[in-house]
């Protein structure tokens, strides 16, 4: 399928951030969703989907991206066991990674790292951290990121969902 949508002169990360902003302007447009309180939440691949849908969708309060962070600086010789089709083709041109998840700086921004991640060195994953306390010290919201490591690897376990909720609730109240 990515191969089609780049042919077709697309991607498959721009496919599936279009159909994201279609199914969150779906849910704010109903009656039941207070639309002035939208958080996303994602993990790994759904991650990045969260990281791409705060960008391209103002209407998005607060967001959290698990088990995904990292430069991509540390992807290049890094053996990496896990799909490229969701990153924007071409973005490492203009930027990294975390100034995608940035970008909406001072927008609340929670990033939970897993320091044994088999995807991820941890190496790229501090320096994406402290490229992400950058961005926010520079728009003056230093606290208004927010990042989180724990032990272990590619998972978002009962600590990791308790911290990230509780976050998010304190974030849409």
Known sequence: ??????VL?????????YEDRVALNYLLSRADVDSTHAGCIGLSGG???????????ESVSATVIIGLMTT????????????????????????DWSDIAACRAPSPLLVQ??????????????????RLQ???A????PEAYTGQFYPGTHKFDLEMQAAAF???KGQLK
């Open 1 to 6: 399928v990515s191969k089609y949508c780049n």
């Open 9 to 17: 002169g697309t991607s498959m990360a721009g496919v599936v951030a």
């Open 47 to 57: 991650g990045n989907r969260a990281a791409l849908l705060s960008a391209l969708h």
């Open 72 to 95: 991509y600086e540390a992807l290049l010789d890094h053996n990496m066991s896990h799909t490229w089709m969701l990153f924007p083709f071409g973005w490492a041109r203009y930027g």
């Open 113 to 130: 790292y897993d320091l044994q991640d088999y995807l991820f060195t941890e190496q790229g994953m501090h320096d994406a951290h402290l």
């Open 134 to 136: 950058n961005h926010y």
């Open 138 to 141: 520079s728009v003056g919201k």
């Open 166 to 168: 509780d976050w998010l």
